[in-house]
């Protein structure tokens, strides 16, 4: 019953997996994405079933990772 629900549900990786999407959301959050992205065209891009799901095959470099934590961290501002 469990894994019947996880699968119906694309908010969980099981069922977004299923689903083909290329990360789990679920319905609220889907909504806030939308309302924060003003281009109709950059909403259509970033929602989960329009993405390309990545691909497990090509993992990131420990360069791309340490990249992108540094971009991440950059963008942090605690006030």
């Known amino acids: 019953m469990l894994v019947k629900r996880a ?28 309302a924060q992205i003003p281009s109709r065209n950059t909403a259509k891009a970033v929602m989960p079933w329009s993405m390309k799901v990545p691909d497990e095959q090509t993992p990131a470099t420990p360069d791309e990772i ?14």
């Open 7 to 34: 699968a119906l549900d694309p908010s969980t990786a099981l069922g977004a997996e299923l689903a083909g999407w290329a990360y789990p959301a679920s319905m609220p959050e889907l909504l806030t994405l939308l």
């Open 66 to 79: 340490a990249s992108a934590d540094a971009a991440l961290e950059s963008e942090f501002v605690f006030t």
